[in-house]
């Protein structure tokens, strides 16, 4: 029965809510956002526990806080094998952003001191790191941008989990293939990239047994969600810990 606890569960128009972003039974983070990092802390959680960092797409409200988890790791000073699982890239991605930051240093300090695997997704075939095994599936959320959901299976569990995307075929055999689903909804209104309220309705009746997590939340989505009486849709808060069995 992995807890997952949300670190953030809004998008940046939300003030109360910070950059969507959670973790499954103490161990898989998804999503190293701007804000991952503090509320790790405030959540009680540790980064050196993590086995693997799991990224949806590069979009900086998905990624901008990996240098922080970096710097993390090697304050705490973790030694054990770290998975790193993104879209084609992400090595250089997330290296690209060290430098950038001028930090080339912690780049080289966390490939000396941590064993940090990259794996990368293509969307054909299940990948497993550590105790997580994993099937992407590619989803339409931004042009010229990689952009996947994944199924993780933790402990049994099969937790799906959409990144930004719009309704598209992907997601609904993530849909299909889960047990309990963590699902954006960042617009109020249709609005192509990302799902909107009544996207959620359509996805809610179209798998009626499924319980969803709503998170990566636009402004005024938690309110119209709360009034339209869906019964497995879910608004969890930041630094809620939900049980899925
Ligand atoms: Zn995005
Ligand atoms: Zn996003």
Redesign the pocket.
């Given at each position: 029965m992995p807890p997952i606890t949300f670190l953030g569960t809004g998008n940046f128009l939300v003030p109360e809510r910070y950059w969507n972003s959670f973790v499954i039974d103490r161990r898989i983070l998804v999503e190293p956002s701007p804000s991952a990092l503090a509320n790790l802390r405030r959540a009680g959680l540790d980064a050196k526990d993590l086995d693997a960092v799991v990224i949806s797409?590069f979009?900086p409200?998905?990624t901008f806080g990996w240098p922080f988890l970096a710097l993390e790791l090697l304050h705490k000073g973790r030694v054990r094998p770290l998975h790193v699982i993104g879209p084609p890239g992400v090595a250089g991605f997330l290296a690209e952003m060290m430098h950038l930051g001028s930090i080339d240093s912690v780049q080289r300090d966390l490939h000396a001191r941590i064993d940090v695997r990259y794996m990368e997704v293509d969307g054909t075939r299940q990948l497993a790191g550590g105790a997580l095994v994993l099937q992407a599936f590619e989803v339409i959320?931004?042009p010229r941008l990689s952009?996947f959901g994944y199924v993780l299976e933790v402990g049994g569990t099969r937790i799906g989990y959409s990144g930004?995307s719009e309704p598209c075929s992907g997601l609904e055999q993530i849909a299909e293939g889960c047990d309990v689903l963590v699902l954006e909804c960042a617009e109020l209104h249709r609005t192509p990239?990302h799902m909107d309220v009544e996207a959620v309705a359509d996805l809610s009746h179209r798998h009626p047994g499924l319980r969803i997590l709503l998170t990566h939340l636009g402004d005024g989505v938690d309110k119209s969600i709360a009034k339209s009486g869906l019964e497995k849709v879910e608004l969890p808060n930041d630094l809620d810990t939900v049980e899925v069995p």
């Open positions: 797409h979009h409200d998905h959320h931004a952009c930004d990239t």
